[in-house]
């Protein structure tokens, strides 16, 4: 018997076990069509959408499209007796000193803003003032207890600042025994060690800037222009993160380094390897910020299909339904439609949604259908739902993501971002085999894609994510050329006003079998009661194992 028929066999007796024959299954997912799919995602993309920014009518028609739509397919309320939890959003617009003064061997040091240092502060205070704020240099700012790594060990950070590398030690040594060598951790995201630093305790964190490590140049982040940024507002005002958050550029490190008389390539070198000790620069700066501050409300979506006997378990199906709105100051069309991003995944929450509440039977487990907003300022809807989770953590069983589908036509393959971090994997694989398909990793591990989109938010939370995305290798045209149009989209139209429905290039078939693959998926874990893992040694797994162990007393 080949390995796939062995599957399949498997795979057929235990849907037949579960009530669901799998007639009704493939009934089920024939529920999931381009007519119905296409129809929902020129709605979500239209221009009278507005863009869908959250905070604006466009939230407005966009939540209001979705309840409608979820209500209509006989879904319940995912809320108690609401169909939204509302996501508080904060605005800062934060203006640093024009230089950043460091002092203390002799004559003092003068970096100018923008293109030595970028920084902001989530701070909810007007003015943000550090004081004497010893700098130290801190290796890649990481506590990372699976590989034994703690580049804090010992150091009292409270009022100063940290400066730290990007992306992590595997990726700048490129060696398969640290961490995982080229493949990115979350250690490696700005993103924690901008979290780590707080945890320290510290008042400011610069993180060093490097072209390659961080997978973009300077430029992205660096310059002078000011503009608002978006956070989630916590109950202390955010005064948990450092007053200061920011970049310094690779150039401007190395010439505050010297000054100190440090070398930095010394310091970088030894920072990669284990038992680092951090190194105080002797220097120290004061800094004033100014914030302007706005708040605002948006909303998740939450749409749930109760499940039968183990319906106090439940799968997730997320996608964020916001985008960037309308431009005001650009001439003609200034509407950003964000049609890939994320009007396919959205419109794809709907069609998974039809297709889960066609079963005859339903399904054991509950399936939570989650529209997420404000992912493009940040994850905050996702990560607002994952610190204010309406189901119990240890009672989610996992978390499907989808973000910017495949509109190329059919793959032969589809791609695991992040692929190696959970048992979800093996379903994959399985749905994939299911479909004839293959299965391919990350291309780009070292860029940390998987810290990118919503799926993370629960995953920080160690609730297992998966983040499966389009294939390359195209049925009828083959890999080069969907490399060719994927990279000419992703200049031409990403994060652009013509991220729009174009019927000339857009071939949706492929669409459709993804929709349905992570259909598939769904469809096996809500009818299981395993509850997938990360894999050992993975960074969410202890605090997914804490969070199970309190579900079952122990
Ligand atoms: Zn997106």
């Given at each position: 018997m080949t390995r796939l028929l062995a599957i399949l066999l498997i795979w057929i007796s235990s849907a037949a076990l579960l009530a669901q024959g799998p007639a009704d299954v493939a009934k089920a997912e024939s529920a999931i069509t381009l007519e119905d799919y296409k129809a929902h995602l020129l709605t979500i993309s239209s221009d009278e959408f507005g863009g869908?920014?959250?905070?604006?009518p466009g939230e407005e028609k966009t939540v209001t499209y979705l309840r409608d739509q979820f209500a209509a397919l006989?879904?319940?309320?995912?809320?108690g007796d609401s169909w939204f939890q509302d996501v508080p959003l904060v605005a800062i617009t934060t203006t640093p000193e024009k230089r950043m003064e460091v002092q203390g061997v002799a004559r003092g040091f003068s970096m100018p803003f923008g293109t030595h240092w970028v920084a902001a502060s989530r701070?909810?205070?007007?003015e943000v003032r550090i004081e004497n704020s010893e700098l130290v240099?801190?290796?890649?700012?990481a506590v990372a207890p699976e590989y034994d790594?703690?580049?804090?060990?010992?150091?009292?950070?409270?009022g100063k600042t940290v400066l730290v590398l990007v992306n992590d030690p595997g990726f700048a040594t490129?060696?398969?025994?640290?961490?995982t060598g080229n493949a990115m951790t979350y250690y490696g995201r700005w993103t924690y060690k901008f979290e780590e630093a707080a945890r320290q305790g510290a008042a400011g964190v610069l993180v060093i800037h490097e072209t390659e490590a961080a997978g973009y140049p300077w430029g992205v982040i660096g310059g002078d222009r000011i503009s608002a940024n978006y956070y989630l507002e916590a109950?202390?005002?955010?005064?948990?993160?450092?007053?200061l958050e920011g970049w310094i550029s690779e150039e401007a490190a190395r010439n505050l380094m010297a000054y100190a008389g440090v070398d930095y390539d010394a310091q970088k070198e030894a920072a990669a390897r284990p038992g680092y000790r951090a190194q105080p620069l002797g220097v120290t700066y004061s800094m004033t910020l100014k914030n302007e501050i706005h708040r605002s409300t948006s909303r998740n979506v939450l749409a749930l299909l109760p499940g039968s006997d183990l319906k106090d378990e439940y799968i997730i199906f997320s996608a964020h339904w916001d985008h960037f709105g309308?431009?005001?100051?650009?001439?003609?069309?200034?509407?950003?439609?964000g049609a890939r991003d994320n009007g396919t995944g959205t419109a794809a929450l709907l069609s998974m949604a039809r297709a889960f509440s066609s079963?005859?039977?339903?399904?054991?487990r509950s399936i939570l259908f989650m529209p997420v907003t404000a992912e493009e300022q940040g994850l905050l809807g996702s990560a607002y739902y994952a610190s204010?989770?309406?189901?119990p953590t240890n009672q989610t069983v996992a978390v499907i993501n989808m973000d910017?589908?495949?509109?190329?036509g059919p793959m032969k393959d589809i791609t695991i971002?992040?692929?190696?971090?959970?048992?979800l994997d093996e379903y994959v694989l399985a749905a994939a085999k299911e479909q004839g398909r293959y299965v391919r990793p990350?291309?780009?591990?070292?860029?940390?894609?998987?810290?990118?989109?919503?799926?993370f938010s629960f995953a920080k939370q160690g609730i297992p994510a998966l983040y499966a995305r389009m294939g390359?290798?195209?049925?009828?045209?083959?890999e080069a050329w969907t490399r060719r149009i994927s990279a000419k989209w992703t200049i031409e139209?990403?994060?652009?006003?013509?991220?729009e429905y174009d019927p000339a290039m857009w071939d949706l078939r492929g669409t459709i079998d993804d929709i349905r693959l992570l259909f598939r998926i769904g469809f096996r874990l809500a009818q299981s009661d395993a509850f997938p893992n990360w894999y050992?040694?993975?960074?969410?797994r202890a605090r997914r194992d804490a969070d199970m162990a309190r579900k079952s007393g122990e």
């Amino acid at each position: 018997m080949t390995r796939l028929l062995a599957i399949l066999l498997i795979w057929i007796s235990s849907a037949a076990l579960l009530a669901q024959g799998p007639a009704d299954v493939a009934k089920a997912e024939s529920a999931i069509t381009l007519e119905d799919y296409k129809a929902h995602l020129l709605t979500i993309s239209s221009d009278e959408f507005g863009g869908r920014e959250p905070s604006t009518p466009g939230e407005e028609k966009t939540v209001t499209y979705l309840r409608d739509q979820f209500a209509a397919l006989g879904l319940k309320p995912g809320n108690g007796d609401s169909w939204f939890q509302d996501v508080p959003l904060v605005a800062i617009t934060t203006t640093p000193e024009k230089r950043m003064e460091v002092q203390g061997v002799a004559r003092g040091f003068s970096m100018p803003f923008g293109t030595h240092w970028v920084a902001a502060s989530r701070r909810l205070e007007p003015e943000v003032r550090i004081e004497n704020s010893e700098l130290v240099f801190a290796g890649y700012g990481a506590v990372a207890p699976e590989y034994d790594w703690n580049d804090f060990e010992g150091l009292d950070l409270k009022g100063k600042t940290v400066l730290v590398l990007v992306n992590d030690p595997g990726f700048a040594t490129q060696d398969s025994t640290l961490f995982t060598g080229n493949a990115m951790t979350y250690y490696g995201r700005w993103t924690y060690k901008f979290e780590e630093a707080a945890r320290q305790g510290a008042a400011g964190v610069l993180v060093i800037h490097e072209t390659e490590a961080a997978g973009y140049p300077w430029g992205v982040i660096g310059g002078d222009r000011i503009s608002a940024n978006y956070y989630l507002e916590a109950k202390d005002g955010n005064k948990s993160r450092c007053a200061l958050e920011g970049w310094i550029s690779e150039e401007a490190a190395r010439n505050l380094m010297a000054y100190a008389g440090v070398d930095y390539d010394a310091q970088k070198e030894a920072a990669a390897r284990p038992g680092y000790r951090a190194q105080p620069l002797g220097v120290t700066y004061s800094m004033t910020l100014k914030n302007e501050i706005h708040r605002s409300t948006s909303r998740n979506v939450l749409a749930l299909l109760p499940g039968s006997d183990l319906k106090d378990e439940y799968i997730i199906f997320s996608a964020h339904w916001d985008h960037f709105g309308i431009r005001e100051d650009l001439e003609g069309d200034n509407i950003f439609n964000g049609a890939r991003d994320n009007g396919t995944g959205t419109a794809a929450l709907l069609s998974m949604a039809r297709a889960f509440s066609s079963l005859p039977n339903g399904t054991r487990r509950s399936i939570l259908f989650m529209p997420v907003t404000a992912e493009e300022q940040g994850l905050l809807g996702s990560a607002y739902y994952a610190s204010h989770p309406v189901y119990p953590t240890n009672q989610t069983v996992a978390v499907i993501n989808m973000d910017a589908m495949n509109i190329f036509g059919p793959m032969k393959d589809i791609t695991i971002v992040g692929k190696g971090l959970s048992e979800l994997d093996e379903y994959v694989l399985a749905a994939a085999k299911e479909q004839g398909r293959y299965v391919r990793p990350d291309p780009e591990p070292q860029k940390g894609v998987f810290y990118r989109s919503d799926h993370f938010s629960f995953a920080k939370q160690g609730i297992p994510a998966l983040y499966a995305r389009m294939g390359v290798d195209h049925v009828e045209k083959g890999e080069a050329w969907t490399r060719r149009i994927s990279a000419k989209w992703t200049i031409e139209n990403y994060h652009k006003v013509n991220d729009e429905y174009d019927p000339a290039m857009w071939d949706l078939r492929g669409t459709i079998d993804d929709i349905r693959l992570l259909f598939r998926i769904g469809f096996r874990l809500a009818q299981s009661d395993a509850f997938p893992n990360w894999y050992p040694g993975n960074e969410f797994r202890a605090r997914r194992d804490a969070d199970m162990a309190r579900k079952s007393g122990e």
